[in-house]
């Protein structure tokens, strides 16, 4: 069974950054991308950034220039690159694994963005 594990999140001033990691572990196999997802106040989950096995990205609109989505596959960790954040920016941030025939969810980490 795969885990995810995200980490990063916290408290930053606007214009400020922020780096986010998931850690996947356990039986990994046929992944078909990962990425990261969130969630704002009264929102509906949104996607962030994705990138696929074969290191294609694509970002939201809302955060390209400012967000980089990366992997190390030698660690199995999947980062998020945070600069210039906004106070839009404050929600839940969730790492995803898609892989063949299943996906993944990590459990989340705030990140808060202050004006």
């Known amino acids: 069974q795969v885990q995810l594990v995200e980490s990063g999140g916290g408290l930053v001033q606007a214009g400020g950054s922020l780096r986010l990691s998931c850690a996947a572990s356990?039986?990994?196999?046929?992944?078909?991308?990962m990425g990261w997802y969130r969630r704002a106040p009264g929102k509906q989950r949104e996607l962030v950034a994705v990138i696929t096995n074969g290191g294609s990205t694509n970002y939201a609109d809302s955060v390209k220039g400012r967000f980089t989505i990366s992997r190390d596959n030698a660690k199995n960790t999947l980062y998020l690159q945070m600069n210039s954040l906004k106070p839009e920016d404050t929600a839940v941030y969730y790492c995803n694994l898609l892989g063949i025939g299943y996906t993944v969810w990590g459990q989340g980490t705030q990140v808060t963005v202050s004006s």
């Open positions: 356990g039986s990994i196999s046929s992944i078909n991308a």
